[in-house]
C-alpha cells in the first residue's frame, strides 16, 4: 500500500504516493528526477548519497522516503543555480577536488555537513570529517584542500 | 598567454557539470518505456545447475519476462577474450553470458528478469526456483595449477589456461656465480577495483531499422562496439556504442561483460529499452578483480651488490573465465618489465595462467606492473638485508645508466629514455633519507620502530605499436584517430577515439591546442564517449590516452597548420615558405603586423570563396597515430612507516613519490593523477584483500567488509617530478595514470618490512593488517 508524502527538495514541493520501503535516494532520483545525488554503493559506507535534510547531513540511501516526509531536503543541485557557483563548489574546482565527479556531491554535501559545525577544520578534523565517504581518484588530497580553502572563503 | 597554457595547471573544464550535479552517468538516463532487468546470480562458487524453474517469477507484478541460459542460445554467442597470448598453450573455454549447465564462481549469471521498475525486478529474483549440485571448488591460483584440485573446464588440465615464459640472458649461469641468493613468495592479494560508480548498461533495439544503441559504463566505447557486434551478430554498423560519464573505470570498465550482452539480449527480446545497473555487492562479485598473484621469486648477485638474475614462477589467476585483456594482464604487462630499472644480465620467468572458482581477473590500474615491480624491488631489498648494503645504494650501483633514446633490457624490449638514478637522488635529498635513517636507530633506541622504503620503478606505458599488439596476439590495434574541426567562427570541436573518464582530456586536449594553434582553450570543445560521433579508437587504459591519443590530437593540429600556411600565403600574396607562424597568427617575414588569425584563416577556409588552387574546402584534419613505442615513464618513491610493536598497527606517516611522465601539458592534473595512484597502490599493503572461504564464498563482499583507503587514514602526500622526454612522442609525453599505484604498494610494503626486521620479522603477506604484524611479531619473539 502507497504512502502520500510531501517533500520539499531545493525549495520545490514534490507530493507523491510510494511504497514504504522507497529509499529516499530513489525518491530523490526517480520522483523528483535529480540524478545528482549518487548511489555507489548498499550497506550506507561511501557517502555519494549525501544530502541535507532540514540543514542536517544524511545519507540518502539509508533514509526511507516516508521518514523525510514534510522535510526540506537540499540536494547538490539546491547548492546553487548551477550558474554562480557556491564557494565549495569553487574550491573543489579550483583545488582539483575532483576526477571522475561520481563521488563529488557526497563530498560537497558532506562538506557542507562538516563545515556547518565546525565552520574552521584543522587539516586531521577535515579527514576525520569526511572519513564516511569514499574517493577512489583523488586519493582525497585535493578534497582536503579544497574544503581547508571552502573554509576560508565561507569566512569560518 | 596562450603560449602559457600549455603546461600550466589551469582549472577542468568538465569540473562545472560534475560540481553541480549535472553531469549524467548511465544510470542517470531514463528512456522512454525503459523497463529494468536484475540479473539472478550464482550462490554457489562452481555446481551443476540441475532445475531452473522461473514461473512463478514471471506471475510477478509488473514481470516482463525472465530468461535463462537456455533462452540466450542462438541469440548471444559466448563472451570472448580478446588476448590470445602466443605459444603458451592458451586455452580458451567458452563464456556463456548466463550459464546453462554450470556455474564456476559466485556471482556467474544464472538467469534475468526484466521488470517495469527495478524494486520489481529485485523481488522477482526472489521467486526463481534454481536447484544446484555443488561441485569442488578451488581459489588459490597455485593450489588450482595442482594434479587433483577440482577441474573447473573440462578441456583445461589442471586449470592451466596458458604457460607463458620470459627469459633472456644465462639464468643458469647467473644463479651459479652468484655469492648471494635471496627468495621469497610474494601472495598479491586478490583486489575488488572499486570504481565510485557502479556498472550500468542501457540497450535500446528498434527491431524495424535493426539498430542497437547500448549506453555502457565503458573505457572503451569502440571496442564495446566490435565486441557487441561478435556476442550479439548485429552489424558493427547498426551498433552505437554511448560512454556517457563515467564514474571511474581503473581497468575494471575495460572488459565486455556478460551483463552488457544479456541487457542487449533482453531488449531486443522485447523491443524496448532496457537498463540493468548493478549494485556495490554485485560489483564485488560480477566486475572484474585484479591482481590474484602467487609469485615464488629469486635473485642471484654478488656480495657487493651487483643483481645478477631474477627467477620466477607466477600462477596468476584469472578467475573462472578469460576477461576481454585477461591474459595479457600477468605475461606482457608483467614479465616484460622483470628488468624494472635496472641492468640485469639474465632473467627466467615461468608464468602460469590458472583458472580459479572466482570473479574473473582483469586490468586494475598497473594492471601487471606493480605485481613486476613487488618481485624486483622487494628481492632488492632482500639483497641489501642480506649483504647488509644500504637499499639506495644497491639501486644507484644497478640502475640503467642515464639514455636519451632506446635502451634494450634482457627481457627483449626497448625503453625509450630514462634517468633514474637522478629521480633517486631528488627522492632521497628531498626527505634527507640519510638523516632518516639517523633518525630511525635513534627512535629504534628508544624502542620505536619507524621503516623507511624506497620503490624507483619503470612502467610500460602508452599502449602501444598496433604491430607489437598483433604480434603478442592483442586481438585489436593500439592506435588512436582525431578529428580536429574547427567551425567558421573560429571555435574548435576536437573529437577522439579514447574515451576519458575523470583523468582530465577534456582539459588537456584543449591545452594542447592552445600549444599547437593558438586558440583559446574556452573555444574548444572534446568530444568522446560515442561512437556515433567520435572516430575510432581504442580507448583509454594503460596510461595511454594522453601518450597515444592525444598525439593524434597533435598531429591533426599540424596538418592544420600547415593548410593554414597555405592559405595565409595565398590570402597574403605571399610564398608559403615565407608564411612564420606565432601565437595563434600567420604572417608575412618581416610584417608581424599584417597577419592571418588562426580564426581568419578557419573561416576564410570554412567560406571557401577565396581559396588557392586545388586546395579543399574547410577546415578541418584528422589523424591516425600509431606510436612507434611503448613509453616508459619511471620514478622513485619513498615510504615511511612505523609499527607499534604492542598492536601490530602500521601508521604511514610520510609519503614523497618522484615521478618522471615526460612533458606535462597539465601539472596539476599529474599531481592528481599520482595522488590518488599512490593511494589505490597503498590500500593492498595495510588494508585490502578480497578474502574468501572455503567454499568460494566472497567474505569481503561488500564495501562494509572490504577495507577501502578512507581520509583519515592517509597522511599528505608529497609528489615532485622530474622531466626526461619520450624521444618518440610529438609532445615529449609519457604518461602518469598508474604510476603511483605501481611504486606505492611496492614502497610502503618495503617500509613496514624495513621497521619490522629488527623485531625479527622479514615478510608477512599483503594486507598487513594489525593481528598479522602482532602475531608475526610475536611468533618471531617466541623463536620463529
Known sequence: MNVPVEITINGKTFSDEVEPRQLLVHFIRENAVLTGTKVGCDTSQCGSCTITMDGIGIKSCTTLTVQADGSSITTVEGLSNGIELHPLQEAFWNKHGLQCGFCTPGMLMATSELLRTNPDPTREEIRAGLEGNICRCTGYQNIV?????????MGG | MTTRVFSSGI????????????????DDIKLQGMANAAILRSPYAHAKITNIDTSAAESQPGVLAVFTGKDIEGHLNPIPTAWLIPDSDLKTPDHPAIAKDTVRYVGDAVAVVVAE?????????????????PLDVVINPKAAAQDGAPQIHD????????????????????????DVVVKDTINLQRLIPNAMEPRSAIAQWVGATGDLTLWSTSQNPHIARFLTSVVTDVGEHKIRVIAPEVGGGFGSKIPYYADEAITSFCSMQLGIPVKWTETRSENYQATIHGRDHVEEVEMAATKDGSILGIRTTVYAGLGAYLS??????????????????????AVHGDVYGVFNNATPVDAYRGAGRPEATMIVERLVDLVAAKTGLDPVYIRHRNFIDPFDEDHDVVTGITYDSGNYAAVLSKATGHIDYDGLREEQKKLHKEGRYIGIGVCSYVEICGLGPSQVAGAVGFQGGLWESAIVR????????????????????ETTFAQIMAGELGVDVDDVDVIHGDTAN????????????????????????????????????????????????EDGKFFVKGSPDQHKTIQDIALMANLAWDMPEGMEPGFEANAFYDPPNFTYPFGSHIAVVEVDPTTGQIELQRYLAVDDCGVQINPMIVEGQVHGGVVQGAGPVL???????????????????????????LPDIEVLSNTTESPHHPLGVKGIGEAGTIASTSAIYNAAMDALRPLGVNGIDMPLTPEKVWRAINQSKNGG
Open chain 2, 534 to 581: 567520435t572516430p575510432m579508437g581504442w580507448g583509454t587504459y594503460g596510461s595511454r590516452t594522453t601518450a597515444v591519443s592525444g598525439a593524434a590530437v597533435v598531429m591533426a593540429a599540424r596538418k592544420l597548420k600547415d593548410k593554414a600556411k597555405t592559405l595565409a600565403a595565398h590570402l597574403l600574396e605571399a610564398a608559403a615558405e615565407d608564411i612564420l607562424y
Open chain 2, 155 to 178: 578441456d583445461v588440465p589442471n586449470n592451466i589456461a596458458f604457460h607463458w615464459v620470459v627469459a633472456g640472458g644465462d639464468i643458469e649461469e647467473a644463479f651459479e656465480k652468484a
Open chain 2, 324 to 345: 576481454t585483456a585477461g591474459p595479457g594482464i600477468p605475461t606482457i604487462l608483467h614479465g616484460l618489465m622483470y628488468s624494472g630499472s635496472y641492468d640485469i644480465p
Open chain 2, 117 to 133: 521498475s527495478r524494486y520489481q525486478a529485485e523481488d522477482a529474483l526472489e521467486h526463481i526456483d534454481a536447484d544446484y549440485e
Open chain 2, 11 to 26: 582549472r577542468r573544464r568538465e569540473d562545472p557539470r560534475l560540481i553541480t550535479g549535472r553531469a549524467s552517468y548511465t
Open chain 1, 145 to 153: 584542500l579544497a574544503v581547508e580553502e571552502a573554509a576560508r572563503t
Open chain 2, 687 to 713: 588494508w585490502e584483500g578480497a578474502v574468501h572461504d572455503e567454499d568460494g564464498q566472497l567474505l569481503t563482499g561488500s564495501m562494509l567488509d572490504y577495507a577501502l583507503p578512507r581520509a583519515d587514514k
Open chain 2, 486 to 505: 574547427f567551425h567558421p567562427t573560429g571555435k574548435v570541436s576536437v573529437m577522439i577515439g579514447s574515451s576519458p573518464h575523470g583523468q582530465g582530456e
